[in-house]
């Protein structure tokens, strides 16, 4: 689904080393560019607000952002941007797990948000977070210097050999490094987020540790400045303790942010991790050999041994074995494979050999096209995290109005020492009030959502999906494909007086060899599973729409509808009973004549899948309205429609009929989700509220839908259901944990608690507070990795 966010478009950009802004390496149709203001991709072909320098056309999000550009060029162009016939970045792309919009080459931070970029598509090369790597030095080495200095503050006037002056200095040559090397990366952060006008959680950060650490600095080196009001124990208040505290803690709190949101690539990593190394690939002589994964090309003959796991997608060439798939379907039942079954990358072999072509490699493979859905979903946006991204701007703003008007209230009116308690305050304020815990709420639920739903055998698309499933209250079903196999399978042969029911699907079976019928196969299909000695025809020949005609044996042999019958000279007046009743029943039903008598009747049915049963009813204890909506006649549509229990049938229905029906149906104020395997349904699945492809379907129907089920099982839609309705509940679990933490801890900050309790928030509180709030978030939506799907 396209987004209609104007910066919630994705391109190929690649990061600029001189201003750490990010430029687009590649413009073609369907590519993005990105804003030199900042740093959203556009999309050249609709964005109309664009501005001519130097030769080159830029392209913007917002007037606001042409306008400033327009105005200061230089500003933003530090160096030369990449032409559009540039290379596209070889390196790998990084993207923010708030803001998926950003993309740049190589690890670096969000120019919206702040937070460290993650890589876009983990490997299980990864060696690791490097930010986080980069935190852990920075913490470590200062943390012994932030312990020194807070025991100066705390206790330091019980070392008599300390004068007051003596300890001011000492905290303030142990402060500086841990303020300008261990928080110089917050303190880069806040002012990348000024100069950008997108105010976020290290602008709090950094004003607040500025502030505490510089007017410590002014204290100590020239206390004079200061009235009388300002000394407290023989020195001006100073606060490096706390500066160097909140760094600390800052720090601490971004190592175990780091180290639980890297767990949300865990699926992604698990799925990639199935993929066998090696493949043993059959030589035309006969020999085999043990080959790398990558070296396996299309039409090679590749042999899988009990036990090991199938290599690339493909088909069965020889031998029979059960092969588990429940990795990639969360199917738990082994599946049979024989010759001419087809076969998927990294599921894993049962106890028999089997001998398949390779059909798939690559990006081809079934496994890949689910990581790939896997990541995409993972770096969409839910509605609430478009929400969210509104209200922190505004939050920003009114925490540093609060801050400002803590400082003055608490400067003018309270108590000695009024402006100690002022500074002190303020920048608690500045620090609880973070909204880091806001902007993690929904990304981190989705990410691991998503990768909780691909193990059980559903991909969504985006995480608009993983909102909306969870509203919908009717279910369109296509028939062929969805809630049957969607290939016709032997149903019955009924012999006429003085013929064998074996005779009957013998010979019609050795005439159906010469057509491509589908009812066709499934007749001769069954008479070679008999092992029934099967005749070449003679002189056949096919009328569409009515039926085959042909001899075998000698005999001349007619098979179709009523009307071949009579061409014939048959009347098949004496089996119209027993036609009718397997035709309610869903059959389709052909006649045999021999020598011109009728010899009996064949009958051919898709049957239902054993699995539908049990997903309607489920579907239905779950609130829906099941609709059939299928291209069969309206007396094929209505037994499977009974037997299973739908609410309501539409037959012969036409593609746009479809798309039809999907409107109706959402104009009655219905939330409609339509599940469906073939090209005809992809307009009604693009049409829906949320469109549900069967994975065992074509590329244009899983392409038009927002969720696909890779084992085409209607029990997918259940559990999408379950992890759609987890999920929203944690993500509102989330934004509800930060709107609470705020309201009650930015009051609090500011001393609301004082004139009853006596009791004042000190920052290095509001700092620890901070950090774990945010690792709750993350803690939380870890949970969702667990989630029951049944």
Not at 640 to 653: K, M, N, P, Q, S
Request: overall charge negative.
């Amino acid at each position: 689904m396209t987004s209609h966010d104007p910066h919630d478009h994705h391109g190929n950009p690649a990061r600029d080393a001189v201003d750490d802004r990010i430029s687009d390496a590649s413009v073609h149709a369907g590519a993005t560019v990105t804003d030199p203001v900042c740093g959203m991709q556009v999309d050249p072909a609709t964005s109309l607000l664009t501005a001519e320098h130097k030769g080159t056309t830029y392209h913007f999000c917002s007037t606001r952002c042409q306008q400033r550009f327009i105005a200061e060029p230089a500003r933003y162009l530090s160096s030369e941007p990449l032409t559009p016939d540039a290379p596209a970045p070889s390196g790998i792309i990084y993207t923010c797990p708030m803001h998926p919009q950003i993309r740049q080459e190589g690890p670096g931070a969000c120019p919206i948000c702040g937070m460290a970029l993650e890589p876009e598509m983990p490997s299980l090369e990864d060696e690791g977070n490097p930010e986080l790597r980069d935190f852990s030095r920075r913490f470590w080495w200062t943390l012994p210097l932030t312990v020194v200095v807070l025991v100066l503050a705390m206790f330091g006037h019980r070392f008599s050999a300390l004068s007051v002056d003596t300890r001011t200095w000492v905290e303030l040559v142990l402060t500086t490094p841990v303020f300008f090397w261990a928080g110089w990366p917050f303190l880069v952060r806040c002012v990348q987020s000024i100069r950008k006008h997108s105010l976020n959680m290290w602008t709090l950060i950094g004003i607040g540790t500025t502030a505490a650490f510089g007017y410590s600095v002014v204290a100590a080196v020239a206390p004079e400045l200061f009235p009388a009001s300002f000394h407290a124990h023989g020195r001006v208040g100073v606060y490096f303790e706390a500066a160097a505290v909140i760094v600390s803690l800052t720090l601490l709190g971004q190592l175990l942010e780091l180290r639980a949101r890297s767990k949300t690539s865990a699926a992604i990593k698990a799925l990639l991790g199935l993929a066998p190394k090696t493949a043993r690939r059959l030589r035309d002589d006969g020999t085999e050999e043990d080959i790398e994964l990558r070296h396996v090309h299309v039409g090679d003959r590749l042999r899988v041994g009990s036990g090991e796991k199938v290599p690339v997608d493909g088909e069965v060439i020889e031998g029979r074995s059960n092969v588990d798939e429940s990795m990639l379907t969360g199917e738990p039942i082994p599946v049979e494979k024989t010759v001419g079954a087809s076969v998927i990358g990294a599921t894993l072999n049962g106890t028999g050999a089997l001998v398949m072509r390779a059909e798939k490699i690559g990006s081809e493979t079934v496994l890949a096209q689910i990581v790939q859905l896997v990541a995409q979903a993972q770096r969409s946006r839910a509605p609430m995290q478009r929400m969210a991204d509104k209200v922190a701007f505004w939050f920003v703003l009114a925490v540093l109005a609060a801050a400002v008007v803590t400082f003055f209230v608490w400067g003018l009116f309270g108590p000695t020492p009024s402006w100690t308690y002022a500074v002190l305050n303020a920048v608690s304020v500045l620090i609880i009030a973070c909204p880091c815990a806001l902007g993690l709420a929904t990304p981190m639920s989705i990410m691991v959502a998503t990768g909780r739903a691909a193990q059980g055998g559903v991909l969504f698309r985006d995480a608009e999906a993983i909102e909306n499933l969870r509203k919908i209250d009717t279910l369109i079903v296509d028939k062929t494909g969805t809630l049957t196999e969607g290939r016709p399978a032997f149903r019955t042969a009924l012999p006429s007086h003085g013929f064998t029911e074996e005779e009957v699907l013998r010979l019609a079976a050795s005439l159906d060899q010469g057509s491509e019928h589908p009812l066709a196969d499934a007749i001769v299909a069954e008479a070679r599973r008999r092992q029934l000695a099967l005749e070449t025809p003679d002189d056949f020949e096919s009328a569409t729409g009515v039926g085959v005609r042909g001899k075998v044996g000698g005999r001349g042999l007619a098979i179709g509808n009523t009307e071949l019958m009579r061409e014939v000279g048959v009347n098949p007046s004496s089996m119209s009973a027993d036609a009718e009743k397997l035709r309610q029943e869903g059959a389709s039903v052909m006649f045999l004549a021999v020598d011109g008598v009728l010899a009996g009747l064949v009958a051919v049915a898709d049957p239902i899948k054993a699995s539908t049963p049990e997903a309607i009813e489920a579907l239905h204890r779950d609130g829906l309205r099941i609709v059939m909506a299928t291209g069969d006649g309206v007396t094929t549509a209505k037994p499977v429609a009974r037997t299973l229990g739908i609410d309501e049938v539409h037959g012969e229905v036409r593609p746009k009929d479809k798309v039809d029906l999907v409107q109706r149906l959402k104009a009655e104020g219905h939330k409609v989700a339509m599940a469906g395997d073939g090209i005809n349904d992809a307009p009604a699945l693009a049409g829906a509220d949320v469109g549900i492809a069967m994975g065992t379907g074509t590329d244009v129907a899983m392409s038009s839908a927002q969720v696909t089920l890779v084992k085409g099982d209607l029990r997918g839609i259940v559990r999408a259901r379950a992890i759609s309705n987890a999920t929203v509940a944690n993500m509102k679990q989330n934004l509800t944990f930060a709107f609470v933490y705020n309201a009650v801890g930015v009051p609090i900050a500011a001393g609301a608690l004082y004139p009853l309790t006596g009791l004042l928030l000190s920052p290095m509180i509001a700092a620890l507070a901070m950090s774990l709030s945010s690792v709750s978030v993350v803690v939380n939506a870890l949970r969702l990795g667990k989630a029951h799907l049944d």
